[in-house]
């Protein structure tokens, strides 16, 4: 243990994030519930401690890139599975409001221990789709910053991604290899949900390519979408 947390600072300080004890042992028991519950529930692939401090814990944080994390900002996690990026942002982050979604109940139920074993506070896990709950007044364009890992076509993510979103706020969506393709045939769905791209900001993590697609929400998103559940990934607005 004492080896994996002087590694764990060691890459956390050489990319400029300065951790009390407190915030590395909320990280390293996130990563022991983590390897715990894969081994009775598919959370991710990744399991060596040395890869989920670079691929998850790092690749979450480097948000901090494109986004002031110092301000007070209301997040909606879309589809964050294993809780990433939303329960590393909020280890490093506490003020920050996070809402961690997800449509599988056994990932939610997972995250909801985490958090009360972590004691974070200012951070909800529900089980829900993006198809219906884009719909309810009390989640439709409320939030400043949507944000998601999830693996799925850039126009499907904006279709469920934007209609979170106030006007002013922001769509960041992590990405891996090459995208412009990807970027290009999402044009149609940026500009019928609302949307307007601000930025591609790539940068290299454990030898792998990434970027963040960085989405402005300039308009409100007309209330016919998100079309109906599984729509957005069947037939993308491309």
Do not use: W
Not at 216 to 230: I, Q, S
């Amino acid at each position: 243990m004492a080896d994996n947390f002087a590694y764990m600072t060691e890459q956390f300080e050489s990319f400029g994030f300065a951790f009390s004890e407190l915030q590395k042992r909320q990280f390293y028991t996130f990563y022991t519930m983590l390897i715990e519950k894969n081994r009775v529930m598919n959370l991710t692939a990744i399991t060596e401690f040395q890869e989920v401090v670079k691929k998850h814990f790092l690749d979450s944080l480097f948000l901090n890139r494109v986004v002031n994390l110092e301000k007070n900002l209301t997040i909606l996690d879309l589809g964050t599975g294993a809780g990433f990026p939303g329960i590393p942002l909020k280890i490093a982050y506490p003020h920050l409001s996070i809402t961690l979604m997800d449509s599988l109940n056994k990932k939610v139920n997972f995250l909801q221990e985490v958090i009360r074993e972590l004691e974070l506070s200012g951070v909800d896990a529900i089980h829900a789709r993006a198809e219906e709950l884009a719909h309810r007044k009390d989640y439709r364009e409320q939030y400043d910053l949507c944000i998601s890992r999830a693996v799925a076509n850039l126009s499907t993510l904006e279709e469920y991604c934007l209609p979170f979103i106030h006007i002013g706020g922001t769509f960041v969506s992590y990405k891996s290899g090459e995208i412009k393709e990807e970027i290009q045939e999402s044009k149609k769905a940026c500009y019928l949900l609302g949307g307007k791209l601000n930025q591609i900001y790539p940068f290299d993590l454990a030898e792998h390519r990434r970027s963040f697609v960085i989405i402005d929400k300039v308009r409100n998103t007309p209330k016919k979408y998100p079309r109906k559940a599984g729509t957005p990934s069947k037939m993308p607005l491309v």
